[in-house]
Nanobody
């Protein structure tokens, strides 16, 4: 099983980026899927997630209204559209998937079974 994240880069404040995570080795359509990020000197934090049935989405307060998580089950991929980026969004972004995470645990790193390698997002002021 492998998750491959891509789409990071350098962008000016106010700009946009779209991250993608491609899963292989199993079908993730019935798994909880998420994005986390880890900024310099910080712990890895929750950004956004789908519930296991894909019907519900959850966002960290810091990204609500700016970021959108989406999925393409036919391609076994999920995405993170990031708009109105600020320097505070600078981080390595990780995709993750969980076989059994329940709603109350979706924001917890420990709930996830598989992780992508991370993609760097740098927002300049």
């Amino acid at each position: 099983v492998q998750l491959q994240a891509c789409g990071g880069g350098l962008v000016q404040a106010g700009g946009s980026l779209r991250l993608s995570c491609a899963g292989s080795g199993r079908t993730f359509s019935n798994y909880a899927r998420a994005w986390f990020r880890q900024g310099p000197g910080n712990e890895r934090e929750f950004v956004a997630a789908f519930s296991r049935n894909g019907a519900s989405t959850y966002y960290a307060d810091s990204v609500k209204g700016r970021f959108t998580i989406s999925k393409d089950n036919a391609k076994n991929t999920w995405h993170l559209q990031m708009n109105s980026l600020t320097p505070e969004d600078t981080a390595v972004y990780y995709c993750a998937a969980s076989r059994g995470a329940i709603t109350s645990s979706l924001t917890s790193r420990e709930a996830y079974d598989w992780w992508g390698q991370g993609t760097q997002v740098t927002v300049s002021s």
